[in-house]
């Protein structure tokens, strides 16, 4: 219905389209990606800070990206019968179960690209640098810090756990695209971590992203 407006006139309110157009924008297809790593792994290390961060921000695949983070490798539980509970240990000792369990904290309570950002950050030491990469990416971590100090570290480690264990893992990091992990290609996905993921990401979406060549 057309209508004409004269100036100085208001027309009935039944005669006004309350209806507006909003345009948003497609959200775009993620790849499950899952990193099974450890804290004091050199390899682990390398990994994240020099292949997987740099793939994700270089090739701006965060949004194509739906990420999940391990920080549990090649550890294990076990009942410890001289104190009655249940207790895990680490590839790297003691210390590493103590910085897994710190990383599990920071991802279940930070955004996941802000806890990527600082797990990034504190890949850079041997030793617990929260409060220094907290600071230099200006993020709040006391819920994280809080649920390292009020939680037992195999009750932390252990969904985690759970998940890498079902893999059996024999090297770290262990790298898995759409949930399907392939143990004999674990070499090529490290070092050629960029070609994997587009070839990955076109076979699940017949998408070829334009980083992809």
């Not at 389209?17 to 993620?30: D, G, I, Q």
């Not at 739906?66 to 001289?82: I, M, Q, R, W």
């Not at 103590?98 to 030491?125: G, K, T, V, Y």
Request: aromatic share 10%.
């Amino acid at each position: 219905m057309l209508i004409t407006l004269v100036a100085g006139t208001t027309p009935p309110p039944d005669e006004i389209s309350t209806e507006t157009a909003v345009t948003t924008a497609p959200e775009l297809p993620k790849l499950p990606l899952a990193i099974h790593y450890e804290t004091l792994c050199p390899d682990s290390m390398y990994f994240i800070r020099r292949r997987l961060y740099d793939a994700l921000t270089g090739n701006d695949w965060w949004p194509r990206t739906d990420l999940k983070l391990y920080p549990f490798g090649k550890a294990n539980f076990y009942n410890n019968t001289a104190v009655g509970r249940m207790e895990v240990y680490c590839q790297h000792g003691e210390e590493e179960c103590e910085l897994n369990a710190l990383h599990a904290c920071i991802i279940e309570h930070l955004e996941l690209q802000q806890a990527f950002q600082l797990i990034n950050c504190m890949l850079r030491s041997y030793s617990n640098r929260i409060d220094e990469c907290a600071k230099h990416l200006s993020l709040d971590v006391t819920a994280a810090k809080e649920c390292k100090r009020t939680r037992k570290t195999p009750d932390i480690l252990m969904p985690y756990g759970r998940e890498t264990l079902a893999l059996q893992i024999s090297f770290v990091p262990s790298i898995v695209f759409d949930n399907e992990f392939l143990p004999y290609e674990q070499s090529s996905i490290r070092y050629n971590f960029e070609a994997h993921f587009c070839r990955h990401y076109e076979r699940k979406f017949q998408i070829k992203l334009p980083s992809c060549g």
